[in-house]
């Protein structure tokens, strides 16, 4: 499991690699370093003593020979040299005065290393008797000391964690660039690392969060242009209508109808407002409840009776389009929030009306009972790109960029819609094609909070739906 953690971690896995890299070095350079200090150190062999004795052997005979063959030892190969008579005294030496020997007592035939670096041989004298010689090699210096050591550790582990820490600062300094040149304002700042580590998922997850901010902003632009169009244009109709009417001169014919407009004009910027409103209250109160999913005023609603009074709402709004109704009088009931389910069905026949020119195409409604209540409203219309489809329910998003007064509108009822649909713990879903009309289906599930039983009463008994 620490393994299969650690191989997911890259970044983790790059610091664990360079730390193991970093002792490999300093361990294999810690063995060079001895290896090579034991090398120097070394003692004279059994070879370079036999040698030395017989070069000596020569000059016996020769008192000045054997000092300047003892002086060049100790000069050139800093080794300290002395010669014993068979009695056991010193008969020339190299070694400064005070210096102990190596041994006091030889047996003639042996050669036998003493206490490093001292070595002694038996040595042959002219009248055949053995003397004994003595080399004893003066410790060089180790050519690294601790210093060296030290250092060499303290240079391999700042260079590889001067690299690792650049490949770690790189990125991140990209990384802070991009966020505070985004925070000055500039919406196309990102940080756009090629990194597959955790640095390039902070990346990628900053570059979505920044692409999502930006259509936000833009979206909000986009509704402030929106709403002040929206409002300015029913206003305007309103203050020509009032002028028109200050006109007419007692014409009653001419007044109702202009009062009639107002009222159309009039109820278009109330139901903007509304819209403007409801968004504001589920946005404020998802921020302030735990879940994050709106609080709703709940109560066992009759869909057949909230669908009939949408029904009469719409006719009454557009006489001349024909809704055909396939709705059972028996579905079961639903636990929700009847004012923001009203809102939803309200929404989806208003947005089969709009998008569906041709008057004569008629608009069903149809619900179906079950383990879940199924509601579709179906129309004849423009339909939806699919490139579109999956972003119809995107706050402000708007298919037809167009604002007339036939299509006007924010974006927000779909918005709104999903929101509400979500909030009752059902599923909202747009089948659609360009030219061939739109199929809104709404799942919600069958209420089972107390008074769940009306679900299988007569309609006659349950409490209506507003």
Not at 189 to 209: I, K, Q
Not at 384 to 396: G, N, Q, T
Not at 414 to 442: C, F, M, W, Y
């Amino acid at each position: 499991m620490v393994i299969r953690d650690l191989l997911r971690a890259r970044l983790a896995l790059r610091i664990y690699l360079v730390g193991l890299a970093q002792v490999a070095v300093v361990a294999a350079g810690f063995i060079a370093v001895i290896d090579l200090n034991r090398r120097t150190g070394q003692d004279p062999g059994s070879a370079q003593v036999r040698f030395a004795t017989s070069i000596i052997a020569r000059s016996l005979d020769d008192p000045r020979a054997l000092e300047r063959v003892l002086a060049s030892a100790r000069d050139e190969l800093n080794t300290t040299v002395t010669v014993l008579d068979p009695d056991g005294a010193v008969l020339a030496s190299s070694a400064p005065a005070g210096v102990s020997r190596c041994s006091t007592a030889r047996p003639a035939s042996t050669l036998k290393p003493m206490t490093p670096p001292c070595h002694a041989a038996p040595l042959r004298f002219p009248d055949g008797r053995d003397g004994l010689i003595e080399l004893t090699a003066a410790p060089s210096p180790p050519p690294f000391s601790g210093l060296h050591v030290i250092a060499f550790v303290l240079v391999v582990v700042g260079v590889s964690s001067w690299l690792l820490a650049r490949t770690l600062t790189r990125p991140l300094r990209q990384l802070s660039s991009a966020a505070r040149a985004f925070g000055r304002g500039d919406l196309r700042a990102r940080a756009a690392l090629s990194n597959r580590d955790e640095l390039g998922e902070v990346s990628r997850a900053f570059d979505e969060m920044a692409g999502q901010v930006t259509e936000l902003l833009r979206a909000e632009r986009e509704l402030l242009a929106n709403v002040s169009h929206e409002l300015r244009t029913p206003l305007s109709r309103v203050r020509m209508a009032l002028a028109l009417i200050s006109e007419a001169e007692g014409d009653v014919a001419v007044a109702r109808e202009l009062l009639s407009d107002i009222g159309g004009d009039l109820d278009e910027v109330e139901r903007l407002i509304g819209d403007v409103l409801t968004a504001a209250r589920l946005d404020l109160e998802e921020a302030t409840s735990p879940r994050g999913i709106p609080p709703l005023r709940r109560e066992l609603v009759d869909i057949s009776g909230l669908l009939a009074h949408a029904v009469s709402r719409f006719r009454a709004a557009h006489p001349k389009r024909t809704l055909r109704v396939d709705v059972p009088e028996d579905l079961p009931s639903v636990d929700a929030d009847p004012v923001l389910l009203r809102r939803v069905i309200d929404n989806l026949l208003e947005n089969a009306h709009k998008y569906t020119e041709r008057t004569s195409e008629a608009i069903d409604l149809v619900a179906r009972g079950g383990e879940e209540v199924v509601i579709e409203v179906v129309d004849k219309g423009m339909g939806i790109a699919a490139a579109d489809l999956s972003r119809v329910f995107r706050p402000f998003f708007r298919a037809d960029k167009s604002r007339t007064r036939a299509t006007g509108g924010l974006g927000l009822g779909l918005t709104l819609a999903k929101r509400i649909v979500d909030a009752h713990g059902g599923q909202i879903e747009l089948v659609s094609a360009p030219n061939q009309g739109t199929r809104a289906r709404v799942r919600l599930p069958i209420g089972d909070g107390p008074g769940a039983g009306d679900a299988l009463l007569p309609r006659a008994t349950r409490r209506p739906s507003p």
